[in-house]
Every structure is written in C-alpha cells, then in structure tokens.
C-alpha cells in the first residue's frame, strides 16, 4: 500500500536517484502510481507516473543533477482511480507547496465543500488534495503553525510529509495512526523520513519513530521535534544498521514458489532454541510479569487479517482442545468496532506477519483501551505492532516478498504451536508427553519436504482441474480452518470464485449450488470426522460434483473414489496437520494460478502490507 519518502538535511547525492531508490524497495508493499515533488529553481517541481516506479524513474531524469529536499510517494488507490492526476504529491492551487499522504481522511468531503466555498479548485478525486488545500489555506508562513492548525482539523488516520516554496530546505512531516520513521545517517548528514524502515539504504542509522500528533521540521541544520501544543519534544534516537538483502527468486521463477520452498527452513528458524527435547519442554522465555498474569487469564482472543486470522483460527481451537481455556479468533476489521469483548483478564493475541495491518494494530488499540494484555506475532522487526503490545514473539520466515503469504502463515503456526505448549506447561507446572509434541514439531520441516518432492503430481492435478470456475472447499475442524486459507490463496492468485464450508454445513444451503461444474476440495485430514466427511463427499457426488480429496496415507479412498487425490504420508499429532495440508494447496493454488498466467507475485487489486482500514 502506499509508501512516502522523503529526504532532507544535508543532501550529498542526487534527490531524485536516492527517491527512486527508496521508492522501488516500497514496491513491495503494493501500489498503482509514484510521484516525486522537489524544490527546482525557486518552483515547486512534480512529476507522477501510472504503473511501475521504472517509469517515473524514466520521466526525472532531467532533475537528476539536484540535491534538493524531496518528497515521494508510492500510492495504492482508495478515494480515486489510478490515473496521474490522483497520484501524489498532490499541490495547492498556486503551486506554494506539495505534500504526500498515506492513510484515509474520513472528513475529506466536508472539508472540501468548505474549501471549495473559499475558491479551492480541486484536480483530483483523492482525499489527500484536501490537506494540501487546507494547508494553503491556512499558511501564515510559519510551517509549524500551519501544519498544527491543519492537524487539528484532520479526522482519519495520516501520515504526511510536506514541502513548501518559501521554506526552500525545509521538510515538515506529521502523523496520526501511521507509521513515520525520521532516520539520520550521521555520516553522510542526510535525513530520510519513511514510511517504511525497508526503504532505508544500506548504512548506520539514528532513527526516531514519531508519535501521533507530533510535529518534525527538518532542514540541512536541525531536526526539530514538537508536541501537537508546538512544544519542542526531546529526541530520543535508536541506531539501526541497515543490512540490504536482495530479494532475488534464485532458481524460482516466482517468489510465491520460491517461498513455499523455504518453508522448511522458515519452520526449522522459528523452532530453533525454543524447546528443550531432554526434559520435553517448551522454551519460549516469556518475561517473569507474562507467567505472573497468565494465571489470571479467563480467555484468550485470537486477532488478525486474512490468511493471519486463519492462524487465528486453528490455533484458537487447539487452545480450547489443549488448554482448555476459552478462545475465540476474530477478524481484527470486526474485532475493533465491537464493545466489551474484552476486560483485564483477557489474553488478546495480534497475528500480523507484517505488523503494518491497519485493522490488527486498531483492533489491538481498541482491546488494550478494554485493559486487555496484548500479546503479538509477527515476522517484521520494528513494526508498529510491536510498539501496540505488552509481549512478543518473532516468526523467523526471513522477508517474504510475494503477496500470497506463505511461509510467514506457516511460521506463525508453529509459533502458536509452541505458544499454546507453553501455556499448557504454564497451566499444569509440565508439558504432557512433552518429547512426542517436540519430536513432531521437530518432524515437520522434512515432512514439508516430503510434499515438495510431490509437486508435480500437484502440477498435474491443477493442469486438470483449471478450468472449474466454480470450487467449494470443505473440511471439518482443523481441517475447515485449513480450508479457510486455502480457499483463499485459490482465490487470491487464480482468481476462481471460491467458498469454503464445514463439511457437515452443506446440506444446508451451499449444496444447491453443486452440479457437474463444480470441483469441491474435500480435506480429509481430521481421523475423528474422516469418515462422516466421506459422507459429505457422496452426496456431492450424488449430484454429480467433481471430487479432489486431500488424505493421509493409511486413509482409505475407496469408497468415495475421488476425481481426483493426493495422499501425505504422515504420522503426525491432529493438530499439527493444517501445515502439511496447507503446503499442498499452496503448491495448488499456484499450479492452477500459473496455468492460468496470471502475475502470481503481484495478484491484481492487492498489497503486501495493508495500511488502510
Ligand atoms: C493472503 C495475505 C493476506 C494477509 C493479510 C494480513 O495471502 O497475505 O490475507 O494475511 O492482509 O496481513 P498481515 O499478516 O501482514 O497482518
């Protein structure tokens, strides 16, 4: 989603070529268009670009000589069309400043009405033209004075970053419920203010992550920092040494593939140094004031988005199953605008492989106002997420660059895994037949493997199966949930409309839509329901739906013989299967996906890191 950066204090390179560079490693996260604003002259220079950042980056060559205070903005469309005119920096009407925006103003239209009865002409359809407007309006040639007054008339959620014609080397930014990083290589002088921490160069930083309603005013002498009262705020810097890693596909030919592949090593990275297989115990080091409330807890609330809440989802079942502990998963865009879910005896648990996701981290907010203990999961260092939480814990899936989350869904199950071990052991002073639960999570990166070696006869099924454009996904328990995220990641990168019900819902409704187009993924895996699952198979069948049944070796599949199947050869505990069952349909969902063409790293309509409500 969309991405600033800008540059300001002492410039030593080329503005342009160190904004292109910042802006290609936020193409990660999503986005439609790119601008740049600079100082050129004494006039405010913009120029925006559709598409890649490769084609702005064809359009400035003729600033490229400039080492001038520069904003840059990747955008993702919410309020307006991919068009130029809506790509940001957006300027005010005689051209005195330029500014760039992430997030969503949710009074833009009122203000713009009453901008427009002022004289404002406006040129785009985006929320963002309104503060540059406002900020016109408003200027009284004190920027910190105009941007505290536009502050206090913002409602929504923002961060921005503003230039302005007579402040010729000067930056100011501000923000509200988004993230805005101020980093000072001290070396070169240079002062970059991001979005994103992995739009940073390669080097040494200070880094300063602003709090809401702050103020910062940059230029080549000073890096001021103001409360929202104007007051001068002490800086308070954290180094970071920025290591850049390239993101290269090595043999793949798709990241998503490539990162299905690292599953293995993704799960052995978040297992390592966590158990102790001797004594058959978990060892996740949760701090002394963790264990002291755990006791206190009556129920836990699993939160997330997406394939993060489908992690939610299974672990809040094993939870009650293991713990026996009350536990529900929610979805955080639900969770945050429901009262009294929670009080000072309720575990929330934030899953967020990014730990940018608007509705998590306002979900979190929202539970922690309820005076719950919030408890996170996420695979990105310095996200925001962390700084919402009471606790942490990392996933060790390294980047994950394709959109399709994989290895990061993966990576937070074994987490959760070892979590819910863990509060066990918490609960009962030891972990009940603690070797055999580490000897299976131990077991599952050469399981995975097992599968990987099976790809092609996942290859051929989705050869077969492609041109279904209608597919039902069913499963009973663990094995709904797993289908949960598997018809999502169908859905996501193939775009086949898809639904998944527990298996036992059919007959209620959804079975009106089989006939002999519809493909319906049965997951077999639960023993307890394989056989009332089977049951649910022939009835589909009775109706002439297309069956592809996913089983354990020892599962027999005579007796529904499937159009088609694919068998796991495991002996491994229940609970611990939505792994291997999900590395399947992954391999699936992309097969069918590839078949397809379609641009399977960058599926249209999404972004990596959803930033917006
Ligand atoms: C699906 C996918 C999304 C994310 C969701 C939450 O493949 O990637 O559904 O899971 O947007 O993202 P995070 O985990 O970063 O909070």
Known sequence: MCGIFGISGKIAVSSVDLCIAGLKKLEYRGYDSSGIALLNEG?????????????????????????????????????????????????????????????????????????????????SDTDTEVIAHLFSHF?????????????????????????HKDHPNTLIVTKRDKPLILALDQQKGQIIVTSDRNALYEGEFQTVD???????????????????????????????????????????????????????????????????????????????NFKEFFPKVSKIALIGCGTSYHAACIIAHFIEEFVRIPAQAHIASEFRYKEGLTDESTLVIGISQSGETADTIGALREAKRQKAKIFCITNVQHS??????????????????????????????????LLTLEFYQMKHGFLDQGNTWIQNLRTLPSLIESVLQKKSLIQEIAKQTCQFDKVLFIGRQYMFYTALESSLKLKEISYIFSLCYPAGELKHGPLALVDENTLTIALLGHAPTFQKTCSNVQEIQARKGKIFAIAQKNQNLEEISPDFAFKIDVSIAQPLLPILYSVVLQLYAFYVALEKGHDIDHPKNLAKSVTVE
């Not at 040639?141 to 923002?158: M, P």
């Not at 290895?407 to 987490?415: D, G, P, R, V, W």
Request: aromatic share 8%; net charge neutral; with cysteine.
């Open 210 to 288: 602003l709090e809401d309603n702050q103020i910062a005013l940059i230029n080549e002498n000073t890096l001021q920092l103001y409360d929202q009262n104007g007051l001068i705020t002490p800086l308070q810097f954290t180094p970071l040494f920025v290591k850049n890693t390239s993101h290269d596909k090595g043999e793949f030919s798709h990241f998503m593939l490539k990162e299905i592949h690292e599953q293995p090593h993704a799960i052995r990275r978040t297992l390592e140094g966590r158990y102790d297989l001797e004594n058959g115990q978990i060892l996740l080091n949760l701090p002394k």
């Open 139 to 163: 200027y009284d040639s004190n920027l910190l004075n105009t941007l505290k007054r536009v502050h206090e008339k913002l409602i929504g959620s923002f961060a921005v970053a503003c230039i």
């Open 384 to 417: 925001s997420i962390i700084r919402e939480s009471d606790f942490h814990l990392m996933t060790q899936a390294g980047p994950e660059i394709s959109v399709c989350s994989t290895k990061a869904f993966t990576s937070q199950l074994l987490l959760l895994y």
């Open 43 to 123: 006039q405010i220079e913009i120029v925006k670009s559709c598409g890649k950042v490769e084609s702005l980056e064809k359009r400035v060559l003729h600033l490229k000589d400039l080492k001038a205070v520069s904003i840059a903005h990747t955008r993702w469309a919410t309020h307006g069309g991919v068009v130029e005119v809506n790509a940001h920096p957006h300027i005010d009407n005689e051209k005195n400043l330029a500014l760039v925006h992430n997030g969503i103003i949710e009074n833009f239209y009122e203000l713009k009405l009453y901008l427009k009865k002022n004289g404002v002409q406006f040129l």
